[in-house]
């Protein structure tokens, strides 16, 4: 039980810490709230039509679709997540059984996201 004991008390603290930011930011925090301060912000510039740029699929003083950030957020993802797997290949003869087994649940992990994703259409540029 000994040892047990920092990591909850760790737990604990950041949980405490977690709530009482959220408690007291609700309390001391400003309620006023008026029409500019609901609409979503996306980065304080007005579009032009004369705006210099714009790439393919992109006109000039339009804005990026979501789409392409979901993309590019999905390839991080993913890119991370098969960087696990040079470890895993530099120690194979070392981690054994249990190493190949962990990688082969890792591995059909990472390809049910992936097929999820496709199914979705999260990956069609359309």
């Known amino acids: 039980m000994n040892t047990e004991v920092p990591t909850l ?4 603290v950041a949980a405490a810490f977690g709530l009482g930011s959220l408690v007291l930011a609700t309390v001391i925090g400003p309620r006023r709230h008026n029409r500019a301060k609901l609409e ?10 004369h705006a210099i740029g714009g790439g393919p699929g992109n006109a000039a003083g339009q804005r990026f679709p979501v789409k392409y950030y979901l993309t590019a ?7 991370i997540e098969i960087v696990f797997l040079y470890p895993w290949a530099v120690h194979l003869d070392a981690l054994g ?8 649940l890792f ?3 990472v390809s049910v996201a992936y097929a999820y994703e ?3 259409g999260g990956l069609s540029w359309d």
């Open 40 to 49: 979503p912000y996306e980065c304080g510039i007005e579009p032009t039509p």
């Open 118 to 120: 496709w199914r979705r």
């Open 107 to 109: 591995l059909f992990n």
């Open 9 to 12: 008390v760790l737990g604990a």
């Open 73 to 79: 957020m999905l390839f991080i993802i993913f890119d």
């Open 97 to 104: 059984v249990f190493g190949l087994v962990a990688m082969a």
